[in-house]
């Protein structure tokens, strides 16, 4: 879960990293009201969860507090890959002598949180671990030994930074490695960590990832950030249909009916679990078929829950049939998974027969299930069908209709 | 023979009155699993399906030999219940919780290091060793267990529960029996990856070939890809790849925790890429994987 940049820097200087004077503005008026405040030279950034916004014309400069309000005005305007901002950042503009970067992040190979510290900050950090790797050091940290700031002096001074550089860099960083440790994050990142002309260290940018799993945890935090809880931060904002999915897999607590994620296609897909549904959504698209949505369905939902999926798949505009597949189940029962489709088929007033182009759930309870299926002459197929072939036998029936 | 567990290994499961523990006790002391005890705290004195019922861990480890134990405990609790296995001297641990902060599951993975243990999972169905035992839900009730599953030289590994029973029913129709089908978990950071694994099926005279189901998302199949070119490995590797889709959609999450693209190297074609140069087969589809084991034994 993403965080904007001034929440991220909202985090850091709740734990001392010492910030540029400035706040977010939602209105033009407002940027130059916190433009005249700090006085002089300011900096506005779009406030939105993508990369590129440099380029795209998200970040501007300005010497007086109208011109500020003028290049808000055009921040607030654009659009950067999709994204609406949520703002604008109006911060001191300092002259930089010298960019840093400072991360904490996961390896998962080691399984160990590392943190990264590189004295040639401001770009792509990849690409300076291969083209100058004597510049990045990586230092793996411990989860069950405590912290100690050490560890942030050793990764500074091993890029060769001393004196009093190393003195001002090496609490900096150790805050940015306690932050990462106490709020279950995925990244902390400071890039670019500038020193200003007068020697002082500054967060220029940051940008945290906090796990979506640790969420209810940190929920005081998240409330005193101003994050509220229907915010998702996935790549592109929730459509109204999945969040009716979500309520959907919310209304009952039996069984999941997750994920669901809307597609441009006319094949409806009542689709599980896991790995099964990357499967099928695979095979689908590889005979040509169009998928009107995802999903995963698992964990024995209730027929009142596959009932609701089927009916909020079937609402979708352009849906003309749907597949209803899955691996073999093990905890699934195939005869309440047929029961719930065929019942949200009737309720949208639809013949299950023509609705459902193709059962697939072999496993747990599959004879009551084809016997269901039978009754309403669905098709449907036992394990000898591989997933590919009844998703196969899906898109061609879709194509005939 | 098999890897992690046989039909002598004797097992725990801890939040043994849960629902779910309470189902998955039950399927596998039908398939002859020797669970010779349960954890919830405070219910010490009941049984499942004859499974006593104790307070702690070191209860049971005090009077009987443990081999490993089923976790299956809600997430904010299963931190604490991994430590307290492992502190009680518990070798193998299979955690079938999902929902876990990796930052937790990082701790309890250090700690296993620490201790000389192994985790399994989290988020994972357990371990399977067809006509030996079933350590965790993979393939649900023992009746279902032995359609999908059968007894033979290939050992399985997957990043999903399901797609696990699913592959091992297609290799049993082709006649391609299992040593052992591992559930190894979805979640970014797991307990032991298919690398970790290899020296294991490595050393098992049985394990003639290794299938794996793998997902955009993480490291662990330039690992593997790794691990076989510098280990000369004598088992042939095919591999099935799902979530093809997902290289178009970085930043989305599908299927499990730990499946999202990122970065370049978590897609699927550059996974693909790796493997295929390391020599590991890749299938198109999950019924080409019986032939091209077979070429390859």
């Known amino acids: ?401 | 023979m098999s890897i992690l567990i046989h039909r002598d290994a004797t097992f725990i499961v801890q939040g043994i009155t849960g629902r779910e523990a309470v189902n998955l006790t039950r399927e596998c002391l039908d398939y002859g699993s020797k669970i010779v005890g349960g954890v919830t705290p405070g219910r010490a004195g009941r049984d499942v399906y004859g499974v006593p019922v104790h307070d702690c861990v070191r209860d049971i480890t005090a009077k009987t030999h443990v081999d490993g134990s089923v976790v299956t405990v809600p997430p904010r609790f299963t931190r604490d219940a991994v430590f307290e296995a492992i502190e009680a001297g518990v070798k193998l641990l299979v955690i079938v919780t999902e929902r876990i902060p990796r930052g937790e599951v990082a701790q309890m993975v250090e700690l296993a290091r620490l201790r000389g243990a192994r985790i399994i999972g989290p988020n994972c169905l357990g371990i399977l060793s067809p006509e030996e035992a079933k350590m965790g839900g993979l393939g649900g009730p023992a009746v279902n267990v032995r359609r999908a599953f059968r007894k033979g030289p290939i050992g399985v590994m997957s990043r999903s529960g399901g797609m696990t029973t699913e592959i091992c029913n297609t290799l049993s129709a082709a006649g391609l029996g299992q040593s052992t089908a591992v559930s190894i978990g979805g979640d970014a950071i797991i307990g032991s990856s298919y690398a970790e694994l290899m020296p294991l099926f490595e050393a098992d005279p049985e394990t003639k070939a290794i299938v794996i189901y793998s997902e955009p998302g993480g490291r662990m199949e330039a690992e593997l890809a790794d691990w076989v070119r510098e280990n000369r490995s004598r088992l042939p590797i095919v591999a099935f790849m799902a979530g093809r889709f997902m290289d178009e959609m970085p930043g989305m999450r599908f299927g499990h925790a730990g499946t999202i693209v990122e970065g370049k190297a978590d897609t699927t074609a550059d996974k693909i890429e790796r493997m295929k140069a390391a020599g590991i087969s890749v299938a198109e589809r999950i019924e080409d994987i019986p032939a091209l084991v077979k070429e390859r034994l």
């Open chain 1, 1 to 401: 879960m993403r965080f904007y940049e001034y929440e991220a820097k909202a985090l850091f200087a709740r734990h001392g990293a010492p910030l540029l004077r400035g706040r977010l503005a939602h209105t033009a008026a407002e940027a130059k009201t916190i433009a005249a405040e700090i006085g002089g030279a300011v900096v506005l950034k779009s406030q939105v969860l993508t990369g590129g916004r440099m380029k795209a014309g998200g970040v501007k400069f300005a010497d007086t507090p109208e011109q500020a309000e003028t290049a808000a005005t055009a921040i607030l305007e654009l659009e950067i890959n999709g994204q609406k901002p949520r703002g604008v950042l109006v911060e001191q503009r300092a002259g930089v002598a010298q960019e840093y970067f400072a991360a904490v992040t996961w390896d998962g190979r080691r399984k160990l949180p590392v943190l990264v510290f590189s004295d040639m900050g401001g770009i792509d950090i990849e690409e300076v671990a291969e083209t100058h790797p004597e510049h990045v050091a990586q230092v793996h940290l411990s989860t069950l030994v405590p912290f100690s700031p050490f560890k942030a002096k050793e990764a500074v001074a091993a890029v060769g930074v001393t004196g009093d550089d190393l003195t001002r860099l090496t609490p900096i960083v150790a805050s940015l490695v306690e932050v990462f440790l106490r709020y279950d994050l995925t990244l902390a990142e400071i890039n670019p960590l500038g020193k200003t002309t007068d020697g002082r260290f500054l967060v220029l940018d940051g940008h945290v990832d906090l796990e979506a799993e640790a969420r209810d945890k940190h929920a005081k935090l998240l409330t005193e950030l101003g994050i509220g809880k229907e915010e998702t931060r996935q790549a592109r904002p929730p459509t109204r249909f999945e969040i009716r999915g979500a309520e959907v897999d919310a209304s009952d607590h039996r069984g999941v009916a997750g994920n669901v994620v809307e597609f441009d296609g006319d094949l409806g897909l009542v689709i599980g679990a896991g790995g099964g549904s990357l499967t099928l959504f695979d095979a689908i698209r590889k005979h040509g078929g169009r998928p009107a949505n995802y999903c995963e369905i698992g964990g024995n939902p209730s027929v009142k829950k596959a009932c609701e999926l089927t009916k909020l798949i079937l609402s979708k505009p352009g849906v003309k049939k749907i597949a209803v597949m899955m691996n073999v189940v093990s905890n699934t029962r195939v005869d309440i998974v047929a029961r719930g489709v065929i019942k949200g088929c009737v309720e949208s007033g639809r013949d299950p027969a023509d609705t459902i182009a193709i059962f697939r759930i072999p496993g747990a309870w599959e004879d009551d299930g084809f016997k269901i299926l039978g009754k309403y002459r669905v098709e449907y197929c036992d394990r000898t069908v591989s997933m590919f072939e009844a998703a196969r036998r899906a898109v061609a029936k879709m194509q005939a209709a």
